[in-house]
C-alpha cells in the first residue's frame, strides 16, 4: 500500500544566490529522498520556500539601495529558475509572502499568546546612536572575541564559526554608519519553551 510522504525542505532567506552548500547541504538529499518515494509509487509532497522576510534581506536591501520586497521577489524568481535548472523537484515551493503564510503564522502566534505561551521580556539590545534605531544582531559588527578576526557578526563569526551576540563582539560598530552602538533595554515577546520541555525530552 502506498505510503504518504511530507517532506519539509529548509527555507532559503532569499537574500543572495544559492551557492553549492545549499544545494550539497540542504536541497539535493532531499530531492534524492522524495524521487526515491515516487518511484516506489508513494504519494509524495516535497514543500519548501523563499523565506522573505527577516534582517538578512533589510541588510542587502540597504547595500543595493533598493526595497526589501524588490530583493525578496529577485531572489524568490532566482531560487525558481535554479530549482529548473538543477532538477531539484519540488511540489510545492512557495514564500513567507503570501496571505496564506500571514494567516498561518498569526493564528500560531495568536493561539500560544491567548494560551499563555508567548511572554514579554527587556532585554538589553545594541541602539545606533546615530542612525537612531535599534540594531538587530546581524547590524552589529566588530572583532570576534575568540579568534579576533575583525569582520565578525553580532549573530555568528564567519571565520572561527561561533555563534554569539553583539555584547561579546570587541569594537562593535554600526554596519550602516560603523558609529559605535550603545546597549539600550527594548521589549520582546518571548516562547515559553519551558512549558513544553516533558513533552520534548
Ligand atoms: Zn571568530
Ligand atoms: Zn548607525
Known sequence: MSERIFIAVAWPYADGPLHLGHIAGAYLPPDIFARYHR???????????????????????????????????????????????????????????????AQVSQDIFLTLLNKGYI????????????????LPDRYVEGTCPYCQSPGARGDQCDECGKPMNPAEL????????????QFKDSEHFFLRLSAFRDRLL
Open 119 to 134: 511572554y514579554k521580556s527587556t532585554v538589553s539590545q545594541p541602539y545606533c546612536p546615530h542612525c537612531q534605531r535599534f
Open 39 to 101: 518511484t516506489k509509487g508513494n504519494e509524495v509532497l516535497m514543500v519548501s520556500g523563499s523565506d522573505q522576510h527577516g534582517t538578512p534581506i533589510t541588510i542587502k536591501a540597504e547595500q543595493e539601495g533598493k526595497k526589501p520586497g524588490e530583493i525578496a521577489a529577485q531572489y524568490h524568481q532566482q531560487f525558481l529558475d535554479s530549482w529548473q535548472r538543477f532538477g531539484i523537484s519540488f511540489d510545492l515551493f512557495t514564500t513567507t509572502g503570501t496571505a496564506n503564510h
Open 170 to 181: 570587541l569594537d562593535p560598530r554600526c554596519r550602516l554608519c560603523a558609529a559605535t552602538p
